[in-house]
């Protein structure tokens, strides 16, 4: 028989009784409070034919317990089951990364994502505003960075193929930014939902939107470029005149006012060298900080953003290339390259979140690209997220013990609006909902009945999913 309500992420401990909780206003029948019983990461849920009561070890742990009677009401029409549940995550990091770079998202289509976020119980939303196509956060003293980085004057339309001959433009300027008020609205907004805000200043690659709004931050000033209007990788990359880190101190630590969660993420991917190889100027700062490979000069700006970042009590996070050169002990990992990466990290004592692209791209095509919209490239099923393996074979017991948790990543260069988000989106992140939880096994077949289930709720919440295949 099946249980009276699927609920997705699966709680650890369900066990549906007799009779339903009859009511109209569930909310206000609930009755919350804090256990110091029980772990700080458990809540337990007990609905009865008198009401229904939330216990946990800590706040965060409430908002989980929220979340998952959230599930149960939504669509309840005034008969609850009765269920006692017990239940805690498996990782302490359970993300979605969103590119709101490459295409700009309103505030309240990311306010629609966390919704649905809280609803899986997912409880970091990693926000990406910064890259060559596009600069999206609001620096004071910098006016150039909305102003002119936030724009591009058009898109690359179709695939970006090697012959450039062959590219076409939409010819349409696209754009955006946020302010610092409405971050910070979007960071409380969050909060009440069990999500922490994480945001991205991705340098000192990716950084082409910034030099573009101010050429005396790159490494050859009267070559002045505009924002980036294809995808891949810019050769622009940040200078390393005084300058510049001036400008990264007063950058990160705006950021980090805006933002009170105790990460920073740095980016540190794919920063090609060739520009400081060319640079006279580069090759002086090398000698003058006792260096000797260009590629060197990449850690001296994880070790300086880190020094800024821990004076405002934050840790810095970086994309998986940051192992490559000298880096502070506390950096957290986020590995995206290849699965091996997640026991290189570990194997250093590095803590690491797990993002890894085989199974945690979500810009990836779900099926047959003929039978999808267009996508960066790639296949991965709802099936392969829920199955595949994210952790590799021979990872030890101290290892395993340094993966804070799982993250999908949503990188938007094919997603030119909040449709297109949310489409790639679910339900595949329902299946890593389910895995960073730690939900109990079950065979994918049953997942997917219980999935079904569960999809008028994100119907509810407006959500434009990719339907399931018959």
Known sequence: MPDPIALVPLPRSVVWSEGTWETTDPWEGLSVGLNSDLPLTEYSLSISPQGAALTAGSEAALADGRNTFAQIVTGANGSIPCVTIADSPKYAWRGLHLDVARHFLPVEEIETFLDAMALHRLNVLHLHLTDDQGWRVEIKGYPRLTEVGAWRDQTLVGRMDADEDSWTFDGVRHGGSYSQEELKGLVEYARKRGIMIVPEIDLPGHMQAAVAAYPELGNFPEQKVGVREVWGISDHVLGVS?????????????????????????????????????????????????????????????????????????????????????LPDDTIIMNWRDPAGVTTATDRGFQTIVATSDLLYLDHYQAAPADEPLAIGGRTTLEDVYTGRLLPKKLGGDQERLIL??????????????????????????????????????????????????????????????????
């Not at 950021?255 to 002086?284: K, L, M, Q």
């Not at 949503?410 to 960073?436: G, H, I, N, T, V």
Request: net charge negative; glycine share 6%.
């Open 242 to 326: 005084d300058q510049v880190f001036d400008f990264l101190r007063d950058v990160l630590t705006q950021v980090a006012a805006i933002f009170p969660a105790p990460y920073i993420h740095i980016g540190g991917d794919e920063c090609p060298t060739g520009e400081w190889e060319r640079s006279t100027a580069a090759r002086a700062r090398l000698n003058e900080w006792g260096l000797t490979r260009i590629s060197e000069i990449q850690g001296r700006f994880t070790t300086y953003a880190s020094e800024v970042l821990r004076e405002h009590g934050k840790r810095v996070i970086a994309w998986d290339e940051v192992l490559e050169t000298h």
């Open 405 to 470: 948790g799982l993250q999908a990543q949503l990188w938007s260069e094919y997603l030119p609006d909040a449709s297109a988000f949310q489409y790639m989106a679910f339900p595949r992140l329902c299946a890593l909902a389910e895995r960073a939880w730690g939900s109990p096994a079950q065979s994918y077949a049953e997942f997917e009945e219980r999935l079904r289930a569960h999809l008028p709720r994100l119907d509810a919440f407006g959500i434009r999913y990719r339907p399931l295949d018959d």
